[in-house]
């Protein structure tokens, strides 16, 4: 079973791949949409998730998404025409970093996928290469609440502080207009769920061939979070707009 695969079967009860409950999303949505007939688009999209909660929010708004898993672009399609949506959402399959667009774009997503841009701020360059004038960057990814391990810092990687993500992210030409730190029940429900999923599934297929290896890797990740990084990592959404004259 490739990574994927894992991937989905860990998000089937907790389709935002991200540590935010839906309330968050909802609220970071509203602030990020103020017309209600934007063009969106997210840089590495998965199953669509954020996107479809802003197309049925708001039956103006179109959508694109990006992604090189086409079991996550799969699972945005069927979920697109469950919903009724399929006619404002158009994907596309290849990396984020390299996807180019005749058009620019309102609002652009990228939670949790700065690792396909090489880090945080390579993944601003990306957003601010598809935004319109005026337009508003959802953007998510991790920081360190406190020191961290060095088995934390091999495992999750180079993270800076809260108030150092921010400032960075400031300096680079951006101006916060709304954020949301994920909560501890935020982070915990995540990481529960996740590995929670995969075991269940492992559980539930016993005979399948990939079973005991998707067993052995929820315990594995169950493991690595609760030993390594639960006490020192976190997680921040920001909404930003651009900074006059940078």
């Not at 968050?24 to 103020?34: E, F, G, K, Q």
């Not at 929010?57 to 009724?84: H, Q, Y």
């Amino acid at each position: 079973m490739n990574r994927e695969q894992i991937s989905e079967i860990a998000h089937s009860n907790h389709p935002i791949k991200a540590p935010l409950d839906d309330e968050s999303v909802r609220r970071l949505l509203d602030r990020a949409l103020p017309r209600g007939d934007e063009r969106v688009l997210d840089l590495g999209c998965g199953s669509g998730e954020w996107l479809l909660r802003a197309l049925a929010a708001e039956p103006l708004v179109r959508a694109e998404g990006v992604d090189i898993s086409p079991e996550g672009l799969a699972l945005a399609g069927k979920a697109a025409r469950e919903r009724g949506v399929e006619e404002r959402l158009t994907l596309h399959r290849t990396e984020a970093a390299a996807f180019t667009s005749p058009h620019p774009f309102d609002l652009v997503l990228s939670v949790g996928s700065t690792h396909a841009f090489g880090g945080l701020l390579p993944t601003l360059a990306a957003a601010r290469a598809h935004l319109a004038p005026g337009g508003r960057v959802i953007i998510g990814d991790g920081f360190w609440e406190r020191t961290p391990s060095p088995e934390a810092v091999d495992m999750l990687g180079e993270f800076a502080d809260l108030a150092t993500t921010v400032d960075r992210i400031a300096a680079d030409g951006w101006t916060p207009v709304e954020g949301h730190v994920s909560s501890r029940a935020e982070l915990d429900a995540y990481e529960w769920s996740n590995w929670g999923s995969l075991a269940s599934w492992a559980l539930d297929h016993p005979d399948d061939p990939d079973s005991s290896q998707v067993l052995a890797t929820a315990g594995t990740r169950r493991s690595e979070w609760l030993r390594t990084y639960r006490e020192t990592w976190g997680f921040v959404t920001l909404v930003l707009r651009r900074t006059p004259g940078r």
